[in-house]
C-alpha cells in the first residue's frame, strides 16, 4: 500500500508517518512538504493525508486536482481549522481530521481507511464470471494476459489457459476498465504484463509479441508511461 502525506510542517509529516509505519510495517510512505511537489511527483497513492492550511497552493486545490484526473485516491484531511469540513465532502473526503491528532483517533480513522483500499482492491481484481456451452467459470482480471478478437468470438489469454467465449471487443474493454488498453483492434492488453513495445507490436513479460496498432502508437506511449509512473518506477 501507498501513502502519501502532504503537509508543509515537516514535524507533523513526520509524526503522520510513524503513526502509519508503526500500524501499517510495509506501508510505502511518501512525505511532500508543498502542493506543488505532490502534484508534480504524479504518482498514484492509495492514501493522501492532506493539510489544508499550507502557503501557495492550498491542499484543496490538489484534492480537486485528483478528482478531476480521476484518481481514486482515498483522502484524509489532516488540518487546523474545522471551516473546510463542508468542502472536504465536496472532493468526497474519507475523514477531517483535526490538529493536534489524538493517536488513538487516527489510528481508528487510518484502520478504517486501509480497510476501504483493500475493498478497493478486490473489486479491481474482482472476478469476471462467463458461461459456455461447455461450462460456466469464473476469471480474475489480474491473470488475463491480453484479449484476442476471433470473428463473433473472443479468445482470453489467461496464465493458466486460454477460453473462447461469445462476446464482443468493446463489451470485454467495458468489463475489464482500467489497467486494460485496447492496443489493436483485435487485441486488448493487460498493463500488468507488458514487457516492452515497438512501432508494430508489444511484448508481453511471457514472451509472447501481439499487434499494436500504427495509429495507436503514440496513445500507447503515453498511456503506458503514465501507467509506468503510477507505479513508482523512473521513466528514462
Do not use: W
Not at 489544508?52 to 481514486?72: K, N, P, T, V, Y
Not at 483485435?186 to 508494430?200: C, K, P, Q, R
Amino acid at each position: 500500500m501507498k501513502v502519501a502525506i502532504c503537509d508543509e510542517e515537516k514535524g507533523s509529516c513526520a509524526t503522520l508517518a510513524q503513526l502509519v509505519r508503526r500500524q501499517e510495517p510495509d506501508c510505502e510512505v511518501s512525505c511532500f512538504y508543498s502542493v506543488r511537489q505532490f502534484l508534480e511527483a504524479r504518482q498514484h497513492y492509495d492514501i493522501l493525508l492532506l493539510d489544508i492550511q499550507m502557503e501557495g497552493m492550498r491542499g484543496m486545490e490538489a484534492a480537486r486536482a485528483l478528482r478531476i484526473s480521476g484518481e481514486d485516491t482515498l483522502l484524509i484531511f489532516v488540518t487546523a481549522g474545522r471551516e473546510y469540513a463542508a468542502e472536504a465532502f465536496e472532493v468526497s473526503a474519507f475523514h477531517y481530521l483535526l490538529k493536534p491528532v489524538a493517536e488513538e483517533k487516527f489510528c481508528g480513522v487510518f484502520e478504517n481507511a486501509c480497510r476501504a483500499v483493500r475493498r478497493q482492491e478486490e473489486i479491481r481484481d474482482g472476478q469476471l464470471f462467463f458461461q459456455t456451452k461447455a461450462r460456466n467459470f469464473t476469471v480474475r482480471k489480474k491473470e488475463i494476459l491480453y484479449i484476442e478478437s476471433e470473428k463473433r468470438k473472443v479468445e482470453i489469454h489467461t496464465l493458466k489457459e486460454n477460453i473462447t467465449i461469445y462476446a464482443t471487443m468493446k463489451h470485454m474493454e467495458e468489463q475489464l476498465g482500467k489497467g486494460f488498453y485496447r492496443c489493436h483492434r483485435g487485441y486488448l492488453v493487460n498493463m500488468d504484463y507488458v514487457a516492452g513495445y515497438g512501432t508494430g507490436t508489444i511484448r508481453l513479460q511471457n514472451g509472447e509479441d501481439i499487434y499494436l496498432a500504427r495509429e495507436k502508437y503514440s496513445d500507447f506511449v503515453r498511456v503506458y508511461t503514465e501507467y509506468l509512473k503510477g507505479k513508482g518506477i523512473t521513466v528514462v
